[in-house]
């Protein structure tokens, strides 16, 4: 659709511009600056995550256009609780940086900073929920483009200046307002103040459950640096902090999709064939974009960590290629979860959410106390592949799915990269020779080439023996989008 093509060419322009932005704060900042916001940040997206309580997306779940009144309730409730939990933060900073050691004296006031976020976070919330319901995704996606632009703008001058991790403090302040006052201008309306208690109370059923799922996912992933840096200290908390960062950069398309695909599920709540299809193709379609490009990264990540972002970063690799593998179990847990809060089955989805959360995290809690990062990494993969088996087995209602072709696609992008980085570690072997000065970026640069092609040739046979109707799909799906107009 034409919404699906706007999200595309919009997720395409923020992947570039994460990326880049990326490689140049890692140049700019150290690990310890990254494990210091990764702390920092991690409070604020708590607060984030418990927003208005669902009470936006039961708009978006209702088959009856939003009143006045519920537009009105909702926009309140909204702004009381960001004040609320500004106020919150601001008293209980102090406590809550004083569980870690060796944060700078300044953390409870970046904290206290970044939490003037929330107020700006909910004065876009009401008019983007209301442009997703209507599918108006063009003015999202531009809103969305020049926040990323402002953050990365804002962060990378404040870095260059030597301003450590204020740097993410004010260059996400800048986003935040960047969000709010475009989203707004394009949706052309203006809420009024009241609460209308019939209509809380009508909506407050369904959007209880559905926030709360969205909490829980919240601590499931959120924390991740905060649980190492209690262990470990800010520099490893700086890491998995990268490591999460440049990891979720591609596979954060499964956020656009999930978008679409929450307004568009309940659209055909009533024609549960209908939705069926439609999981079962965005499933696939995801898995056909982040299965390569997860795994490659995977691969070559040995060589192009250090190389692109810098040496320091060295450590991170091992945590890189266990999260990227992660990802790719994540996204399709997420769309069995939407379908089912799209239906009306807010309980069930609210369970699929605890589960995969309660996995997720014991084993990377494991990991981290048995074998340091590494270990927590890998535990964070298998408590992702539990966790998305469990929700196969909770949403059991849904049946229809072409799950043999998902787990072709995994194993086909697996395979690939486990030979692509075989391949990577034998060319670097056998291009440098004596004296050790031989080792050079351009052998590098040559060693990641190889084991590029050997990936894509090796992914794209496979695809071709295993997975051809998948193939043949998304080329129809791709040609159908660009050949639409509007």
């Not at 990326?19 to 990254?34: E, K, V």
């Not at 933060?89 to 409870?108: E, I, M, Q, R």
């Not at 450590?164 to 009024?192: D, E, Y």
């Not at 079962?280 to 192009?304: E, G, K, N, Y």
Request: hydrophobic residues 55%; glycine residues 10%.
């Amino acid at each position: 659709s034409h919404a699906a093509l706007q999200l595309t060419l919009r997720s395409l322009i923020m992947r570039g511009l994460s990326l880049a932005g990326t490689i140049i704060l890692a140049r700019l900042l150290a690990p310890s600056d990254f494990g210091v916001y990764g702390i920092v940040a991690f409070v604020i997206a708590i607060w984030s995550a418990i927003g208005d309580f669902g009470l936006g997306a039961a708009l978006v779940q209702q088959a009856d256009e939003p009143t006045p009144s519920q537009l009105r309730t909702v926009w309140t409730i909204q702004q009381l609780i960001a004040l609320s939990a500004v106020v919150v933060v601001w008293v209980l900073a102090p406590v809550a940086t004083g569980l870690f050691d060796g944060l700078p004296t300044a953390t409870s006031l970046m904290l206290r900073v970044l939490s003037l976020g929330l107020v700006l976070s909910s004065l876009r919330s009401l008019p983007a929920v209301m442009m997703e319901r209507e599918l108006r995704f063009g003015p999202l996606a531009t809103a969305e483009v020049l926040q990323q632009l402002s953050f990365y703008v804002v962060a990378i001058w404040l870095a260059a200046a030597g301003g450590g991790a204020w740097a993410f403090v004010i260059g996400g302040l800048g986003q935040l307002a960047m969000g709010a006052v475009v989203v707004n201008l394009a949706w052309r309306r203006r809420p009024s103040v009241g609460i209308d208690r019939a209509c809380l109370r009508s909506l407050f059923g369904f959007g209880f459950a559905y926030q709360g799922s969205i909490v829980i996912l919240t601590v499931r992933d959120a924390p991740l640096p905060a649980l190492v840096g209690l262990v470990s200290g800010t520099a490893t908390a700086g890491l998995t902090q990268f490591a999460v960062r440049v990891a979720m950069t591609i596979s954060t398309i499964d956020e656009m999709v999930a978008r679409i695909a929450f307004p568009a599920f309940a659209r055909l709540q009533s024609q549960p064939d209908k939705q069926v299809r439609a999981l079962d193709t965005a499933i696939l379609m995801t898995a056909l974009i982040l299965v390569p490009a997860q795994c490659w990264i995977a691969a070559v990540a040995p060589v192009v960590v250090p190389l692109v972002f810098g040496s320091q970063w060295s450590d991170a690799v091992v945590p890189l290629q266990f999260i990227c593998l992660a990802t790719l179990l994540r996204f399709p847990a997420r769309y069995l979860r939407q379908a089912e809060f799209a239906a009306g089955a807010s309980g069930r989805g609210l369970g699929m959410s605890i589960a995969t959360t309660i996995l997720a995290l014991v084993a990377f809690e494991l990991g981290l106390l048995g074998w340091g990062l590494p270990g927590a990494a890998a535990g964070f993969l298998l408590g992702t592949a539990l966790g998305l088996g469990a929700s196969i087995w909770l949403a059991r209602d849904i049946s229809g799915l072409s799950w043999r072709h998902f787990w072709l696609l995994i194993c086909s992008g697996v395979v690939a990269g486990a030979g692509a980085l075989a391949a990577l570690r034998m060319t670097t072997q056998w291009l440098v020779t004596d004296p050790p000065q031989a080792h050079s970026s351009i052998t590098e640069v040559a060693a990641a080439g190889v084991a590029t092609i050997l990936f894509g040739v090796v992914y794209l046979a496979l695809l071709v023996i295993t997975n051809r109707s998948t193939l043949q799909i998304g080329r129809r799906l791709a040609l159908r989008s660009i050949a639409r107009p509007s």
